[in-house]
């Protein structure tokens, strides 16, 4: 899960961005670092070389440096982040081979539906794509917020409740890496790391297949089942009945997910989660 | 009845809390009862519960910092723990437990460490460094204090009464919300909160009004020292900030308690607006945090380097201008949640604009030494110790201004070690400073250099050993508030954390035990002059522990650095000889109202957590009937007579002397 070993394009283009800047900020902090320990070092009050000048406490030409530098690195900075900002926008599009593959991520408590419209197939927690092709994912969540995050193919996003977000990646080669949330939903959270299997573009269509032919069928009553509260530790796959699943639940036409069952009124409520471990 | 209150809300069945909750409660106990045993009840009541005197209540905030920073700490040690055996395990901490315990981390370092560390060095150092004999509003600073005191007892009474909130130490909806958190967890820490915020408010309105209002004779300005600057701009912020974290709490407590949908997901209720209003609170909080620790800093530095503050206007600028940029870069917390690149771009570029001042402040710092003759007492050691820290935490601070960096970064333990980093390194250090500096004016005694070094190094070195293994989880796609996992990459550093805990909880000790040592050497360590650092500004005019009227008389000042003027001109003149004319000292009362305000307070917060309505009006009553009470006041003040005020003064006077004419070097 290095982010310095991106897995695709948009990972790349963040953690090159992260290096550049971590290295124009270097440049001067290095030597700052320095001067502190030196001047501190070299004025201590027991060396006699050193010389006392009590009444250095201003210079103009200083205090321009002073200001100077710190200013024309945000400057410079400040441009890497306007530029960066717009080039990798989660929503902006990520060119790649092949169709599209469009995917509907929905944070539930505490498990990752991935919902793929077109191929009427749905999974939870393994995310499948062909390597080299655009991913859109449009993203919501069932109950409390989360934020997908793969972190070697970049960009995380939110999900929240009764909104859909939009972020664009592409996985570049085939291999298994890891996705998780990364804001904190509760006591299942940490539980909502999934697997992330990038397989070759040719093989993807017998993926989606095979998946197809699950007898479990994704509607809005399995649904209803899903979003209880809970750790799913397998990795249930899902024909779809409705592609517009994904719209009931980000429009709420589907109501958000219920919290804890309450066992009792007393201050401390036993959470669902725990009871399923 | 109890409302919600029964026996089911004693976790009997988790021990840690309840061992802990019971250690806490029989040394509360021994501790009362070795204070009314030994009849110390009366002095405690008179000179402290009901003291106006703002020495006092810096010193009762202090005290509730460092013990708080006990609580916290063991909460921080409880969480490295975890995360170090957490691997493909459940570890020892189930997750309804590890999720209180960072929650209360947080809540409590930031609310309950941070704010009454510094609130207390402001409220003890800045009237003497003005030169003024109290605060603004005396009285309304001890209700601040007691208001800020209740909110931790509540925070603490959790622990073995109900429970604490198990989300996160802002408390987002909708995972705040009643139907996703039923229990008091949140309740409690909503309540604490509010009771505390309008202490922590009136400490805020109390410091900016002296100030503006409270200078002594000559005191314009741009004469003030740094730290009175600091104080003045960390002090409008709490004033312009903690009103909004009061209404998003209340807005959240609508919604809990009376079925609103202010955030809810339901019913229109809007949960990015709760984001944007509680980081408009939490931006400018961290400024208010730290900005009081620049003022230290410059303070120490510029004493232990001989000179005075090189580029003392541009400092001042530099202040101001982080006090006005700090309102408007909120946003930088949820760069990943959509906003599009053009908002996320112009708050990125705000944030980094924040790095400018502070890069001139330690520009300014280092140049301060240049030219100096730096003695490496404690407090210079934590001040340089600081640069150094605070440094790379504005580097990963500025990295994480960046929003192609963020959206890898957000939420991250890099994102942990980074804001440790600037709070531990920044406010910490510069409380431990400012500790070790002002100790002796509180007191009358120096503290013992050679374990305030040993503290100093543990915990510089423990700093690092725990937070860059951070870093590097956090560049490994570790996120944050994680009870177990399963990536063996993450191991090694989590391991390596906990060992750095150990020795940052090594040199938490040491700086127990330079307590200890020095009460118990305190004779030896006596400061008689009441200027044990050849200091540069008023407080060190005066003796230590000063009288309680700060100055016999209101001095003058004629320039920067007043105290270090006096004693230039003291030399050259060889100290006034003329007797001065004392006169009578008028001073604020003691007054219970503080306390007795807080006590009906923790009662009703307690009750309006609890659910127990006949109870929730009991206490809004007696609080109201206090503040009734107080309003209709015959006497405020008393007189100290003038022989009195002359007799304390001499003492001081004389041993200044001799210390002004050995001094012929400076």
Known sequence: MNLLDPQGPVAAANSTILVDSVFIMLVIVVPTIFAILGFAFWFRASNPKARYQPDFVYSGRVEMVVWAIPALTVILLGGVAWIGSHQLDPAAPVPGTGSPVRIQAVSLDWKWLFIYPDQRIATVNTLTVPAGAELNFQLTSSSVMNTFFIPQLGSMIYTMNGMVTKLNLRADNEGKLKGLSAHFSGDGFPDMMFDVNVISPLAFPDWVAATAKSDAVLNEDSYRKLMQQGIEKGKPAYRLEDPRLFDLIANQHIPPGPGPELISDAGRPHSGGHDAR | ?666
């Not at chain 2, 708080?68 to 063991?74: A, F, I, K, N, Y």
């Not at chain 2, 409690?188 to 309105?205: D, K």
Request: proline share 5%; with cysteine; charged share 10%.
């Open chain 2, 1 to 666: 009845m109890l409302g919600k209150l029964d026996w089911s809300a004693i976790p009997f069945d988790q021990p840690i809390p309840l061992i802990a909750g019971a250690v806490v409660l029989v040394a509360i106990l021994a501790v009362l009862t070795w204070v009314v045993v030994k009849g110390h009840l009366p002095y405690l009541w008179s000179e402290w519960i009901t003291s106006v005197d703002h020495k006092r209540i810096g010193v009762m905030y202090i005290l509730l910092a460092s013990v708080m920073l006990l609580r916290g700490g063991s909460d921080a040690i409880m969480m490295r723990i975890q995360q170090a055996v957490a691997y493909q395990s459940q570890g020892y901490l189930p997750p309804e437990h590890y999720n209180q315990i960072f929650s209360a981390h947080g809540t409590i370092m930031i609310f309950f460490v941070a704010m009454p560390f510094v609130i207390g060095l402001m409220n003890l150092i800045v009237p003497l460094q003005l030169g003024v004999r109290d605060v603004a509003f005396p009285t309304l600073n001890s209700v601040g204090f007691w208001l800020t005191a209740t909110g931790a007892l509540l925070v603490n009474l959790s622990l073995v009464v109900g429970e604490f909130a198990r989300t996160g130490w802002l408390a987002f909806p909708p995972l705040s919300e009643l139907s996703y958190s039923p229990g008091v967890g949140v309740d409690y820490y909503a309540w604490s909160l509010q009771i505390s915020g309008v202490g922590t408010l009136v400490a805020g309105i109390n410091l900016v009004t002296t100030v503006l209002k409270l200078r002594t004779k000559g005191m314009n300005y741009l004469r003030m020292p740094m730290f009175c600057w600091t104080t003045l701009a960390s002090n409008l912020l709490i004033v312009a900030a903690f009103p909004i974290l009061t209404a998003t709490l209340a807005m959240l407590l609508l919604d809990r308690y009376l079925g609103f949908h202010f955030f809810t997901n339901e019913a229109g209720g809007n949960v990015m607006m709760f984001m944007n209003l509680i980081w408009a609170w939490g931006h400018p909080e961290v400024y208010i945090l730290v900005l009081p620790a620049f003022g230290i800093f410059s303070e120490v530095v510029s004493t232990f380097s001989g000179k005075a503050l090189f580029g003392y206007r541009s400092m001042v600028l530099a202040t101001m201008a982080i006090c006005v940029i700090s309102f408007m870069v909120w946003l930088h917390h949820f760069f990943t949640m959509g906003a599009g690149p053009d908002v996320n771009a112009i708050f990125g570029i705000a944030s980094m604009i924040i790095a400018i001042p502070t890069g001139v402040k330690i520009y300014n710092w280092l140049f301060t030494m240049y030219g100096g003759r730096i003695r490496f007492a404690t407090p210079m050691l934590w001040s340089v110790g600081f640069m150094v820290t605070f440094i790379v935490g504005g580097l990963t601070g500025v990295l994480l201004a960046v929003p192609p960096a963020d959206f890898m970064l957000h939420n991250s333990m890099f994102l942990v070690a980074h804001f440790h980093n600037v709070i531990i390194g920044g406010v910490l250090f510069g409380a431990f400073a400012g500790f070790e500096y002002w100790f002796p004016k509180a007191f009358g005694f120096r503290l013992d250099e050679r374990w305030g070094k040993l503290a100093f190094w543990f915990t510089f070195l423990g700093f690092f050993i725990t937070f860059v293994p951070l870093y590097i989880a956090g560049m490994l796609g570790m996120t944050r508030r994680m009870q177990h996992y399963d990536v063996a990459a993450w191991r090694p550093w989590m391991i390596v954390a906990a060992i750095g805990m150990a020795v940052l909880t090594i040199g938490v000790i040491c700086q127990i035990v330079q307590i200890v040592v020095s009460i118990r050497n305190r004779e030896a360590l006596r400061d008689r002059t009441g200027d044990p650092w050849d200091g540069r500004s008023l407080e060190w005019a005066t003796s230590s522990p000063p009288p309680v009227f700060n100055f016999a008389f209101n001095p003058d000042v004629r320039g920067e650095d007043a105290y270090w003027d006096m004693k230039a001109r003291a030399q050259q003149q060889s100290l006034e000889r003329d007797r001065p004319e004392y006169q009578d000292i008028e001073m604020p009362r003691n007054s219970p109202t503080g306390f007795v305000c807080a006590f009906f307070a923790t009662i009703m917060g307690f009750a309006l957590i609890w659910h127990i309505w006949w109870m929730v009006i009991l206490g809004g009553l007696g609080a109201w009937a206090t503040f009734v009470v107080f309003a209709w006041r015959d006497h405020d003040e008393y007189v100290i007579p003038a022989e009195e005020v002359a007799a304390i003064d001499r003492v001081n006077l004389e041993e200044r002397r001799d210390l002004v004419s050995m001094a012929g070097t400076v």
